[in-house]
């Protein structure tokens, strides 16, 4: 089981910490950020967070890396958060999050198509609890399903199924570490937000102290750290343990919702919470194929690998 692996542990708590940090974007958003900007809002977390890192790290792409970041980089940050957005202003409920919460589902057909590794039926039948439990979390009635926030819904899954599997397949350059890593793909997801949310939501709008202590928290620990861990992490683990770990952002959501807005949980959002918790830790012994696919040795060092997934705004 790909969990006992020495060190594993530790490495599986830093990198849940990283959706575990995206579950408090909506409380942030709804109590600090300015109303129905939600493509600003993506711009903010993902560019400055990108600049920033590219000033520590002063790492640049080289040759077809400047290809392989901007992919990663629309993948994982500038189609994933404008289309996650889109899906959760016209879904009703949390249908969105459901639909994200089968991302460990798209991770393994991707896996299988992309880095040969067979899913076990334990796995497939591990994502279904997972967001069977996540609809009981967030599912709050019916209502009539928008076919654009449907579509939108599912092409923010599969992009940031299809990055997370290319950021695993392609590892990273010998000497490059996650930090720089995590700042090409920010920036390069960054830029490509930019000219969208100028053109559908017009110039930035005014902002007053909370926002800018909201729009910091978002950018630099919501995003630039939690984005960090991330990649870092992926780069350790297989790419369904990573998946696993996604439904950590909308169970942080309701229990940040819960516990800071006064929002009050049902027995049977508890028991998805529980079916949803149960389920992630499962992913992580169900995760792991028979053989690893971590990055081979180079010149005597080790290249492991990075990826991403964001949390939706919940």
């Known amino acids: 089981m790909a969990i006992s692996r020495p060190g594993t542990t530790a490495v599986i ?35 400055p967070a990108g600049l920033l890192l590219l000033a520590l790290t ?23 958060f404008p289309l996650l957005f889109v899906a959760a202003y016209r879904l009703p409920g949390g249908m969105a999050a459901v639909v994200g919460s089968a991302g460990p589902l798209f991770v393994v057909g991707l896996s299988a198509l992309l880095l ?20 009981l979390v967030v599912l709050k009635g019916a209502g009539a399903l928008d076919p654009v926030g449907v579509l939108a819904a599912v092409a923010s899954t599969g992009s940031m199924a ?9 590892g990273r350059p010998e000497g490059v570490g996650p930090l720089a890593l995590t700042g090409w793909q920010l920036t390069a997801g960054g830029l490509l ?13 005014a902002l007053d102290a909370p926002a800018v202590g909201g729009y910091l928290y978002l950018a630099l620990a919501n995003t630039a750290v939690g984005y960090w ?21 909308p169970l942080t959501a309701a229990v940040v919702g819960w516990a800071a807005l006064g929002q ?24 792991g194929p028979r053989r690893s696919f971590r990055i081979p040795e180079k010149n005597g060092r080790k290249d492991s690998m990075d990826l991403t997934v964001a949390a939706l705004r919940r």
Do not use: C, H
């Open 162 to 170: 299809a990055g997370t599997v290319l950021t695993k397949r392609w």
């Open 13 to 47: 708590a830093l990198t849940a910490l990283a959706p575990a940090s995206w579950g408090t974007t909506y409380a942030v958003t709804t109590e600090f950020l300015p109303p129905d900007r939600p493509l600003f809002t993506a711009l903010i977390r993902a560019l």
């Open 193 to 205: 937000i930019a000219p969208v949310a100028l053109l559908a939501e017009g110039a930035p709008p």
């Open 116 to 135: 040969g590794q067979r899913p076990a039926p334990r796995t497939l039948l591990t994502g279904l609890v997972a967001a069977f439990g996540v609809s």
């Open 58 to 80: 002063r790492v640049l792409p080289r040759g077809v890396w400047w290809a392989k970041a901007a992919v990663l980089g629309a993948l994982n940050i500038g189609a994933f």
């Open 229 to 249: 861990l991330w990649f870092r992490g992926i780069g350790r683990l297989t790419a369904t343990q990573a998946a696993f770990l996604g439904p950590l952002s």
């Open 264 to 287: 009050a949980l049902t027995p049977v959002q508890m028991a998805g919470m529980g079916l949803a918790f149960a389920a992630t830790l499962a992913g992580q012994f169900t995760g």
